[in-house]
């Protein structure tokens, strides 16, 4: 679906697809929120798209998580439906698997409950993104509804779905992590001699010179390649998929030829499928990365190995 603000009369198929492959991976924009609020000390807190998302995801996990375990410790474990036996299967598989390895078997219930938090969180933000709910609703506004621009519908179609594409989100939650690392440390160490850990101890004082600010250093990357990784991943598989998706139309106007561009999509179309494939395999890879690679910084500010 082409956006209403991007794709403009007179501009070529090839002009058109650039600004749209980005209009569907990135954020909209402020002038068109979704829920208009008035600013706050010069910060404007109207919803976007994204965060449209995330309270979407956040209800989604409700549902489809939290209410139904609440309803099974109700029934003091009697009605145990399929559903219930996969979220248990995941909860221990990430207790036994993820979160005891590294933080060890005494800090497990502590920790276990944030990891599992990522992981469903994150699963959920990276699915959604596979399901064409704005782009149907485009497709019936267009044909159907026919509304302006200024309408709730039209707002709603600017922007991508997938909210763990956007920096911004992957970055609150590696900063989540971040404070996670330090805190457990604090928890296990106390407060200064966690941070004593950070270096080897017993060399000599001149090494600590180059020692302490690398290790700071090394703080600050690890939230960051959690924001890096994550986001990148979910932005790339899209981005490849519009792509392989817009060559029929880039080919067939560059030839001036529709039977070449339908040539074209009996290549692209099949790739743009086993793309689709990779992506919801990369939904729960990236969804496991995380939540693993956030029990290892937390198992390294506790156990500390040096």
């Known amino acids: 679906m082409v956006a209403p603000a991007i794709a403009k009369s007179g501009q070529s198929v090839l002009e058109q697809v650039g600004p749209n492959i980005i209009h569907h991976v990135s954020n909209s ?21 994204h965060v449209l998302m995330l309270w979407i995801v956040a209800i989604i996990v409700a549902i489809v998580v939290i209410i139904p375990v609440q309803q099974y410790i109700k029934s003091n474990g009697k009605n145990k439906s399929r559903w219930m036996v996969m979220i248990e299967y995941i909860t221990e598989f990430i207790r036994n698997a993820i979160s005891s390895p590294n933080v060890g078997p005494k800090w497990v219930m502590t920790w276990t409950p944030l990891f599992l938090t990522f992981f469903f969180f994150i699963l959920f933000a990276n699915g959604i993104g596979l399901v064409p709910i704005f782009d149907t609703i485009g497709l019936i506004d267009r044909f159907f509804l026919k509304t302006n621009s200024d309408s709730l519908i039209n707002n709603l179609l600017h922007g991508g779905v997938t909210a763990t594409g956007n920096f911004n989100v992957t970055a609150g939650l590696a900063t989540v992590t971040f404070f996670a690392i330090i805190i457990a440390g604090v928890k296990k160490h106390g407060f200064i001699k966690h941070w004593k850990n950070l270096v080897p101890h017993g060399l000599a004082w001149p090494i600590y010179i180059i020692l302490i600010p690398i290790e700071l250093m090394g703080l600050i990357v690890k939230p960051f390649a959690l924001t890096m990784r994550l986001a990148a991943n979910m932005t790339g598989g899209h981005i490849a998929l519009l792509a392989l998706l817009s060559l029929m139309a880039i080919v067939g106007e560059m030839f ?12 692209s179309v099949p790739m743009s499928v086993a793309i689709f494939g990779l992506e919801i395999i990369v939904v729960l890879v990236q969804a496991y990365v995380f939540t693993l690679l956030t029990a290892v910084f937390v198992g390294m500010a506790i156990n500390v190995h040096h």
């Open 29 to 49: 924009d402020i002038s068109h929120p979704i829920i208009q609020f008035p600013k706050f000390f010069g910060v404007d807190f109207s919803v976007t798209k």
């Open 256 to 267: 001036h030829s529709a039977a070449i561009g339908i040539g074209v999509a009996a290549v």
